[in-house]
């Protein structure tokens, strides 16, 4: 794993699911040498203190209902400061490479010439689920997992996930970005042939001050959701570990 960083070269690192304590080492020992950092809104910012004084931290992404910097402006800050010779780490949240444009920035950055590197983060995707208590495999109830994004709705020209597919696969479902579209997605599920009564549950905030964990089925979560007010960042887990809560106790019956 990188030790020391080098001028002139853009390091990925991933923050994990939020609670500065989920970077890993790696990540920490990158921040405190980084010349500039460009973070965003779910990266663990906490572990910003951890930055040289004279480092120059870079908000970038896109804040709610506040600034957002278009992809194409943060490819070009990376690239610019990396080739003034600064260490550069790109900070976010999870892993850069689920659902962060982490593949677009080593793009830009490898088109200019630029060297990258990676350091792997923590994603919610598995961390959030865990932190609330599902395990996101389990040896008698789930043999797999698919991580898929919702940020559009089935049936939208954008989408290219095929949902009947995966209302048959007998896997573990975990949505992020998934909070608005949430009635569509459980709906086009349990008409692919999803059992109604299916477990699913809602990990909000998971390491973040106002975290929640909401559980039903795959039937009611949307409307659960939007009775508790859920809001991002939140994952959605659909099957039958959604059940499951190593946190409080094992439900009688399944098998550790
Ligand atoms: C743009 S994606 C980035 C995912 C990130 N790269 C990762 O690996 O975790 C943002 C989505 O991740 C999920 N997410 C990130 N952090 C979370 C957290 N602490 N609790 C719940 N969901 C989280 C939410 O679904 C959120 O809308």
């Not at 278009?70 to 080739?83: C, D, K």
Request: overall charge negative; glycine content about 12%.
């Amino acid at each position: 794993m990188i030790k020391e960083l080098t001028p002139g070269t853009v390091v990925l690192v991933g923050g994990g699911p939020g609670d500065p304590d989920l970077l890993t080492v790696a990540g920490l020992r990158a921040i405190g040498q980084a010349d500039v950092i460009l973070y965003d809104h779910l990266a663990p910012n906490d572990a910003l203190a951890d930055a040289r004084p004279d480092a120059e931290l870079i908000p970038v992404g896109k804040w709610p209902r506040g600034k957002y910097t278009p992809q194409e402006e943060i490819s070009r800050l990376l690239v610019e400061h990396a080739r003034a010779g600064r260490r550069v780490v790109r900070l976010k949240g999870g892993d850069n490479f689920v659902f962060g444009r982490g593949g677009e920035e080593w793009r830009a950055c490898a088109a200019a010439g630029v060297p990258v590197e990676v350091i792997p983060g923590v994603s919610s995707a598995v961390a959030a689920p865990g932190l609330a208590g599902i395990p996101v495999t389990h040896r008698t109830v789930s043999q797999g997992f698919t991580v898929v994004s919702g940020h559009v709705p089935p049936g939208d020209p954008r989408s290219t996930i095929d949902w009947a597919a995966l209302a048959g696969a007998h896997t573990t479902i975990v949505i992020l970005m998934g909070v608005k579209y949430l009635p569509q997605i459980s709906a086009t599920l349990t008409d692919a042939g999803l059992d109604p009564a299916t477990p699913a549950a809602v990990v909000m905030a998971a390491c973040m001050p106002g975290s929640r964990t909401l559980r039903g089925t795959v039937a009611d979560i949307a409307d659960l959701a939007a009775a508790e007010g859920v809001t991002p960042p939140a994952i959605t887990v659909i099957g039958g570990v959604a059940a499951l809560d190593w946190a409080h106790e094992a439900p009688a019956g399944v098998s550790t």
